[in-house]
């Protein structure tokens, strides 16, 4: 029984994969047991009790016993006993057991040697040098010269100067002289404070040239009697402030200053004042220019001024894949010489979509302005104008634009865009064959109301700092109210342009120009009369290449070849191009 027992608690308790049926079946085979060991011995008592019985029976009927006595012999009245017996089994029952695996990552333990943590040294900045100078001299009398000197690095402020000198003494074949001369002078200082920017800048620039568009076979010219020159002071001041904190106002605000004067004490001042503010509204940005120009014109037997006033307020928005701006601009130009001031309004709607990756992002907006033709930015387009010349401010309506663009690769992008203009006062260059002062060779400047068209594309590519290659193009349509021809605006233009880097010691570049079919307004003499007609200047091409060998960073040697297919072209009727020409020259740090 002991061991049973044993038994059954050990291998119940130890195994558990029979769980509770288990411990119920041995349960019954204990108690079957017990029963047949009980049967047994009532069997065993039942057989004694009958031997016994029939001993006393036989041997009480051969004799016979009388008993006297005064004991009565009396039977106590039996008790009987309702104790049943009963089996305690001493294994206790366990109940609500569960039986699991619980898996339990084993993981080695062991000790990692500690190493001490790497030591990361700044990378040691490019030494900067304080100066350069470039000089070269080339065909045509052509010396060049340029001289940069700067600051070293600082984090309080920088400073430089910057002087280039470019001349030639060339004479053209059945012209004037055709020599020129261009200086220039800047110098800068800036200032850095914790949360703004102060720049203040001072230019100087005189180019010098001719009127050589004439006829030496029929005109004997001076040089002096052909010089004109343009003479520019130019100060500034800028401050910008670079808040980072989106609530505060960041603000940029520069006040500059500029006289030009040429040879015919003709001069052009100029005060202007460019403002913008920029904040956020919510999760809008908002921006605010406000520019106000003061011209004062000075002619030999006039003067007259012109102060021009924009304000323009746009906000700027943009989610994930859009990005837009939306405001408009409002002109005030007052002009002395007309009498009355005029006002303008103009649209400024831009938008683009991302459609995917910034591979495909469509474009599309509407805009206009006031563009103020001053004696600066006539000169800078055709040095051969006259200098009484009529000043008009053009005035572009509307402008409706859309393109596409993005990037094709990493290395590869791309934008296309067609836009549609009205402006009023277009300007064109025409020959003033009306002034008894010069031979015809001097330009006037006249406007008419156009509708211009333009479709441009460009297509650039680089690869690190090794290659650099650009591709770009414009096809022009002018359609002038009055002018029979849009004289002296080409058709179309391209150009193309690549630089190869080759390991940091030869770079090459080449660029090549191509400018489309254009006219003048000229005289042709029929019967002794004159009389003005439209004149077909043909397209033109300009093929240049330049490369350059870095002997140390110390000194390196530069050539450069343009015009190589030797052409003899026209930009503005009766002022033709030189022919091949080229420089050499080197490049060195002098300290």
Do not use: C
Not at 54 to 66: D, P
Not at 396 to 422: C, E, H, Q, R
Not at 509 to 531: F, M, P, S, W
């Amino acid at each position: 029984m002991d061991n049973t027992k044993k038994y059954i608690s050990k291998n119940t308790l130890s195994s558990s994969k029979y769980g509770n049926s288990f411990l119920f079946e041995q349960e019954q085979l204990i108690q079957k047991r017990r029963i047949k060991k009980l049967q047994w011995i009532f069997v065993i008592l039942l057989i004694i009790g009958y031997i016994t019985a029939a001993l006393a029976q036989q041997l009480g009927s051969s004799q016979n016993y009388t008993i006297t006595s005064t004991f009565e012999p009396t039977i106590k009245d039996a008790i009987k006993l309702n104790d049943l017996p009963e089996i305690k089994d001493t294994t206790s029952k366990i109940t609500n057991i569960n039986y699991g695996i619980n898996s339990t990552a084993l993981i080695q333990k062991y000790d990692v040697l500690q190493i001490e943590a790497a030591k990361m040294q700044n990378e040691p900045l490019a030494k900067l040098y304080r100066s350069l100078l470039k000089v070269g001299l080339g065909n045509y009398s052509t010396p060049y010269g340029e001289f940069w000197i700067n600051s070293l690095r600082s984090r309080d402020m920088a400073y430089g100067v910057h002087l280039k000198h470019l001349s030639s003494s060339s004479q053209l074949k059945d012209v004037g002289y055709s020599g020129f001369s261009d200086n220039e002078g800047e110098l800068f200082a800036k200032k850095f404070y914790k949360k703004h920017t102060l720049l203040g800048e001072f230019n100087y620039k005189r180019n010098a040239s001719h009127f050589y568009g004439y006829d030496t076979s029929e005109h004997k010219l001076t040089r002096d009697f052909t010089k004109q020159s343009y003479q520019l002071f130019e100060p500034s001041v800028n401050l910008q402030s670079h808040y980072t904190d989106s609530t505060k106002i960041n603000h940029a605000v520069k006040l500059a200053y500029y006289n030009l004067s040429d040879l015919y004490k003709v001069s052009e001042n100029n005060i202007k004042l460019n403002t913008t503010f920029n904040t956020y509204v919510n999760k809008e940005r908002l921006f605010v220019k406000l520019d106000a120009d003061y011209y004062n014109h000075k002619l030999p037997n006039d003067t007259f001024n012109d102060v021009i006033v924009k304000l323009n307020p746009y906000f700027e928005t943009h989610k994930n894949k859009w990005k837009a701006d939306i405001g408009l601009a409002v002109t005030l130009d007052v002009m002395s010489n007309v009498g009355s001031g005029k006002f303008y309004v103009y649209p400024q709607l831009n938008f683009q979509y991302d459609i995917f990756e910034s591979i495909i992002i469509p474009y599309a907006g509407i805009n206009g302005g006031l563009q103020k033709n001053s004696l600066r930015s006539l000169s800078n387009e055709n040095p051969f104008i006259k200098s009484t010349i009529n000043y008009k401010n053009s005035n572009t309506k509307f402008n409706v634009f859309g393109g596409l663009k993005g990037n094709l690769s990493s290395n590869l992008s791309y934008d296309a865009k067609a836009s549609y203009s009205m402006i009023d006062s277009m300007h064109f260059f025409v020959i003033d064959y009306n002034d008894v002062t010069t031979v015809d060779n001097k330009f006037n400047v006249i406007y008419d109301n156009t509708n211009y068209f333009n479709v441009s594309g460009q297509l650039k590519y680089q690869y690190k700092e090794k290659i650099h290659l650009l591709a770009k193009g414009n096809y022009h349509l002018y359609n002038p109210k009055n002018l029979t021809r849009a004289y002296h605006k080409p058709s179309f233009d391209l150009t193309f342009s690549a630089v190869y880097n080759l390991q940091s010691k030869i770079i090459l570049k080449t660029d090549i120009y191509v400018i489309g079919d254009q006219y003048a307004l000229t005289q042709v003499k029929e019967n002794n009369v004159y009389k003005s007609e439209p004149k077909l200047l043909k397209s033109v091409g300009d093929f240049n290449l330049g490369a350059e060998y870095r002997y140390s960073k110390m000194l390196s040697f530069f050539v450069n070849f343009n015009n190589i297919a030797n052409m003899r072209y026209y930009r503005w009727e009766k002022y033709p191009s030189q022919r091949f020409n080229f420089m050499a020259g080197l490049t060195f740090v002098p300290f």
